[in-house]
């Protein structure tokens, strides 16, 4: 990577429906003039309504994203690979071009909201991980280069 390049930053999860979404949508809202964000998961479970919901009440449109796998991006060149659960982490594949892999752990909003009955209540558990994810995708990419 040439200091005029943006980073590529690629956000994995299992199932890249929830929490590697929001950070990749995170990124494009707040960050897309100093990163290239994309998301994936090891496994694919499809786009998570909830994850789509409390993001566009803060604002950020992710109902176009799509549940995909590491190996849909072919050739790509990642920098850095940032972890969001503790299962890609320890799955994490090993990426050409020597990326850099992070983790950040966050909790896992489904399994949060899996007790709770009041809907509202549930949604609640996505928005708190939303606001989490929130804050650490605005310390990029200096938080990465540590």
Request: proline share 6%; glycine share 8%; net charge negative.
């Amino acid at each position: 990577m040439t200091t005029t390049q943006k980073p590529k930053v690629l956000f994995l999860c299992t199932g890249n429906s929830c929490r590697s979404q929001m950070a990749e949508g995170w990124a494009h809202h707040l960050k897309g003039d100093r990163i290239e964000a994309y998301s994936a998961g090891i496994e694919t479970h499809g786009l998570n309504p909830s994850a789509v919901k409390v993001m566009a009440e803060a604002g950020v449109d992710i109902s176009g994203h799509r549940s995909k796998l590491a190996s849909d991006f072919g050739d790509l060149v990642f920098d850095y690979v940032v972890t969001v659960c503790g299962h890609a982490h320890e799955t994490c594949p090993l990426f050409p071009g020597g990326a850099k892999v992070v983790h950040v752990g966050f909790p896992d909003p489904p399994k949060l909201a899996a007790e709770v009955t009041d809907p509202e209540a549930k949604l609640d558990c996505y928005r708190r991980v939303r606001d989490e994810i929130r804050v650490f995708v605005e310390s990029l990419p200096e938080s990465l280069y540590r």
